[in-house]
């Protein structure tokens, strides 16, 4: 399996529910990163999670960081139909500068 | 403030054929980052410049690819000659930062992407 590897592949919720997006990676890390990609849009940063951090939040966003077990959760409250999007975590590992992505979740949210 | 711009926004061109992406960082970021996305696959890295150097390009695919930032302003990123498989979105990324900084924990702000896609 992929570095950085979400799950699950695609969601559909409806406007007004919370979505959790779960991330996991295998190497060490310094920090991970969620990103938003509307469809044939680019990329955009989201939130940043450093390794020694376990909870951040950011709006209706929540992060949280288990290092132990490699893992993250993307937690996007009251959802809305504009947050229909692709959703990719992305790692930085402790010996370089490069992000890694996994391949992202589908969220789709029905007004 | 412009956030990254890439250029252009599609290409479609005939295998063999070359084609130069353009990305233009955010003003004042030194480290610039290719990357891309083909064929539904993950984002995978191809490289990263601090200012005009390379500091890692161990994720270009081959040596048809050639990316350039001289003087560490914008970036080029050329593939000669296109075989069908370069097909994908290609994202350029800036951050702040300077590698003696480490600039690990600066966020990497991505443009919008050129479509490539090779017939």
Redesign the interface.
């Known amino acids: 399996s992929q570095q950085g590897e979400e799950d699950p592949q695609a969601l559909s919720i409806q406007e007004g529910e919370n979505a959790t997006m779960n991330c996991s990676y295998k190497t060490s890390i310094n920090n991970l990163q969620w990103y938003r990609q509307n469809s044939g849009r680019g990329l955009v940063h989201l939130i940043l999670i450093r390794s020694n951090e376990r909870e951040k939040h950011s709006g209706r966003l929540r992060v949280t960081l288990d290092t132990s077990k490699k893992s993250s959760s993307l937690l996007i409250t009251a959802s809305r139909a504009a947050d229909t999007a692709s959703y990719f975590c992305a790692t930085r590992e402790t010996s370089g500068s490069r992000l890694t992505f996994g391949e992202g979740t589908q969220l789709t949210v029905n007004p | 403030e412009a956030g990254?711009t890439q250029f252009p926004s599609h290409s479609v061109i005939e295998k063999g054929q070359t084609v130069t992406l353009r990305c233009d960082p955010i003003s004042g970021h030194d480290?610039l980052?290719w990357?891309r996305r083909v064929m539904g696959?993950?984002?995978?890295?191809l490289l990263?410049f601090v200012k005009e150097s390379k500091?890692?390009e161990s994720?270009m695919p081959n040596n048809r690819f050639l990316a350039e930032r001289t003087g560490g302003t914008y970036s080029t990123l050329k593939v000669q000659p296109a075989e069908l498989e370069d097909s994908g979105v290609y994202?350029c990324?800036s951050s702040q930062g300077w590698r003696l900084a480490g600039?690990?924990?600066y966020?990497?702000?991505?443009?919008?992407?050129t479509r490539l896609t090779v017939t």
């Open positions: 990254v480290n980052y990357y696959k993950e984002i995978k890295f990263h500091q890692d994720g994202f990324a600039g690990h924990n966020e990497q702000y991505f443009g919008p992407g």
